[in-house]
């Protein structure tokens, strides 16, 4: 092959890149928009809809175990759903999760979610005290009528603050920064 060849084969390599590229952006910012805008529907589990713009006590002396928080703030290790929809999870006397979980969030849109939602990424010993609890959060999803977690991966913030996945492993929590890739996705579990 001569040069004039191989050059046009590596421009339409490129401009087929750049398509796939563009046509996935459009796709993937416009079904993240409908989602941001609540017309991919209302998120009926038992959450309810995810914003709650309460306010939770800093601590509590009661905690001995992970248990639903209500809406009227009612705390319970049982599904008491004449207490309103759930709000979150106590996961320590002074932490709660949040009891919407968005799958599947890549980084442009991270603080959309956030912002949605409401809540904060947790901290890294907060993703060490959700690791110690995942199995029992995940029971307690479950008996709600919602699903477990599932997955090994989520967003946190790091040390300085900044957002990072947080990838479990069997006796520790790995934080990887993933902001420049677009392309990749993870769970979006937030503190309340």
């Given at each position: 092959m001569d040069e004039k060849t191989i050059i046009f084969i590596m421009v339409g390599v490129f401009v087929c890149l750049f398509l796939f590229?563009?046509?996935?952006?459009?796709?993937?910012?416009?079904?993240?928009?409908?989602?941001?805008?609540?017309?991919?529907?209302?998120?009926?589990?038992?959450?309810?809809?995810?914003?709650?713009?309460?306010?939770?006590?800093?601590?509590v002396d009661d905690y001995t175990a992970p248990r639903y928080v209500y809406e009227n703030m009612v705390e319970s290790l049982d599904y008491l759903?004449?207490?309103?929809?759930?709000?979150g999870y106590r996961i320590s006397p002074d932490l709660v999760i949040h009891s919407r979980v968005q799958y599947n969030v890549n980084p442009p849109c991270l603080?959309?979610?956030?912002?949605?939602?409401?809540?904060?990424?947790?901290?890294?010993?907060?993703?060490?005290?959700?690791?110690?609890?995942?199995?029992?959060?995940?029971?307690?999803?479950?008996?709600?009528?919602?699903?477990?977690?599932?997955?090994?991966k989520f967003w946190c913030s790091s040390r300085t603050g900044m957002p990072v996945c947080a990838e479990l492993h069997e006796n520790e929590?790995?934080?990887?920064?993933?902001?420049?890739?677009?392309?990749?996705?993870?769970?979006?579990?937030?503190?309340?």
């Open positions: 590229a563009f046509i996935s952006a459009i796709y993937y910012g416009n079904r993240t928009q409908k989602e941001l805008s609540g017309k991919a529907g209302v998120y009926t589990g038992p959450a309810g809809e995810p914003r709650w713009d309460g306010e939770l006590p800093g601590t759903p004449e207490n309103g929809r759930i709000i603080e959309r979610y956030i912002k949605r939602l409401g809540g904060r990424l947790l901290t890294p010993d907060d993703a060490l005290l959700l690791k110690a609890n995942w199995g029992d959060i995940s029971a307690l999803r479950k008996k709600s009528g919602d699903e477990p977690l599932y997955g090994n929590i790995w934080l990887k920064d993933m902001i420049g890739f677009s392309k990749f996705y993870a769970p979006l579990i937030l503190k309340r």
